[in-house]
């Protein structure tokens, strides 16, 4: 059985997701810690629950999920891995992060790309990537079919979706993703999305007004 660990770290107030399991392994899921503390919060947690950091996971490369890879490539050795629809952002990254007012000086790259239905594994723990753009191009979700929850990114919100007037965002495609990806999921899985409050599959057809009148129960 695995367990989560939200934090929400920086300005926009990003949920970075650890999650391990008994084999004390565990995986890093969008890295928003940028401060001092921030970082400080991150590997006291690391620390005092003895868990060993095997895999860096961004769901997406827009710069705010982004702002701790570097110091998890520097603290535990880990580089992003990613779809390899997001490359543009690594790419650009100095450029977004000015846009934003935030001074980042290096921002490592994938070495490893996530592939649509690659199995991502770590201890006893396995996810599902799917991949989900619309809000971003090369976003993923990650889905534990056993345990029914799913790592969703900026894909979908309680309440609400990802926004689609950035580069690569496509509103059509986003809807399209969301209900044929995501909302063909039991509706009791639960959803942990990149800002916000967690929710569940069947609480979002049911209200999120995004999707009223287009996924019938």
Do not use: W
Request: aromatic share 12%; proline share 5%.
């Amino acid at each position: 059985m695995s367990e989560i660990q939200k934090f929400t770290f920086n300005d926009f107030q990003v949920n970075t997701y650890l999650i391990y399991d008994d084999n004390h392994e565990c995986i890093i899921i969008d890295p928003g810690c940028f401060s001092g503390d921030e970082q400080h919060e991150l590997v006291e947690f690391i620390d005092k629950k003895q868990l060993k950091p095997v895999r860096l996971i961004n769901t997406h490369s827009h710069i705010d999920h982004i702002l701790g890879n570097d110091f998890i490539r520097r603290k535990y050795g880990l580089y992003p891995e990613a779809h390899q629809g997001a490359q543009v952002f690594y790419d650009q990254a100095g450029e977004y992060a000015m846009m934003f007012g935030v001074d980042i000086t290096h921002v490592p790259h994938p070495r490893e790309y996530i592939k649509e239905g690659q199995e991502i594994q770590f201890g006893n723990t396995a996810f599902q990537a799917i991949h989900t753009p619309g809000h971003a191009e090369g976003s993923i979700c990650l889905i534990n079919n056993q345990e029914k929850y799913v790592i969703v990114g900026d894909v979908l919100f309680n309440g609400g979706i990802g926004r689609t007037d950035l580069p690569t965002g496509d509103y059509q495609i986003l809807i399209s993703n969301v209900e044929e990806k995501l909302f063909t999921l039991d509706d009791d899985f639960i959803v942990y999305p990149g800002h916000g409050p967690d929710t569940t599959i069947g609480d979002e057809k049911r209200s999120n007004p995004f999707f009223q009148g287009a996924v019938n129960d």
